[in-house]
């Protein structure tokens, strides 16, 4: 299951982003914007959903937080403008990090987080599929294995100038050693799964950025 979104910066057609020495100095001088308590905007750039909020909303520094979903990209982007192309696995979502700030900026959101998921599923064959020299037994006996290797790839990112607060990845892995060839079921077990405890990862890894008090500006 590959991602279906992405931040894309177009650096061969919009002046924008054509980076010179100057523009490098000045990502240099970029410093945080945000004063506690924050607000969130939540982007979730992969296809399985992130039930996300309630638990940052729950964090000490967090006023509360938003989405911003495929929907309302679609709702605000300029008439005629490309948003999707085909790819391998159907349609791959294009947004570029400036959109996704100004997006969060009609909420008044202080950062964007930034999550991108992916699920690479790996089935085999375990020892009972030597029962399946027959054709029924395969409809029966669990002879398969199916194994998910889950990915999360988070940003945090100021939105008033960019500035990252965070980039920070983790994975884990699930395995059934025993499903029938039918095991589309299990394979959504165990993405849930895994999907659940990247999750808590990421308001870990939120949890911690806050405590570091030198991202905040001073209130004095």
Same mark, same amino acid.
Request: zero cysteines; aromatic letters at 10%.
């Given at each position: ?15 924008? =982003? ?15 914007? /945000?004063?506690?308590?924050?607000? @969130?905007? /939540? =982007?979730?750039? &992969? ?8 638990? +940052? ?22 008439? &005629? ?8 696995? &159907?349609?791959?979502?294009? /947004? ?22 992916? !699920? ?11 029962? =399946?020299?027959? @054709? ?18 988070? *940003? +945090?990112?100021?939105?008033?100038? &960019?500035?990252? *607060?965070?980039? *920070? ?11 029938? @060839?039918?095991?589309?079921? !299990?394979?959504?077990? +165990? ?23 030198? *991202? ?5």
């Amino acid at each position: 299951m590959a991602p279906v979104s992405q931040v894309e910066q177009d650096v061969k057609t919009d002046p924008e =982003y054509q980076y010179s020495d100057s523009s490098i100095a000045e990502a240099f001088q970029t410093m945080p914007q /945000i004063k506690p308590p924050i607000k @969130i905007s /939540i =982007y979730n750039a &992969g296809q399985t959903v992130s039930h996300i909020a309630g638990d +940052l909303d729950a964090l000490t520094g967090v006023r509360n937080t938003t989405y911003i979903t495929p929907g309302l990209i679609d709702f605000v982007k300029p008439a &005629g403008s490309p948003s999707e192309r085909r790819n391998l696995y &159907g349609y791959r979502r294009t /947004i570029r990090s400036m959109d996704l700030r100004a997006l969060a900026a009609q909420s008044h959101s202080d950062v964007i987080l930034y999550i991108e998921p992916f !699920h690479e599923v790996r089935t085999g064959a375990n020892a009972l599929a030597v029962t =399946y020299a027959g @054709i029924l037994p395969m409809f029966f006996v669990p002879g398969n294995s199916v194994e998910v290797t889950s990915t999360v790839d988070v *940003y +945090l990112i100021d939105v008033r100038n &960019g500035f990252i *607060y965070s980039s *920070y990845r983790n994975q884990t892995r699930a395995e059934k050693r025993f499903v029938k @060839i039918g095991h589309r079921k !299990h394979t959504d077990e +165990l993405i849930e799964r895994n999907n659940s405890v990247l999750l808590q990862s990421v308001v870990g890894e939120l949890e911690r950025v806050l405590k570091n008090e030198s *991202y905040f500006v001073s209130t004095e």
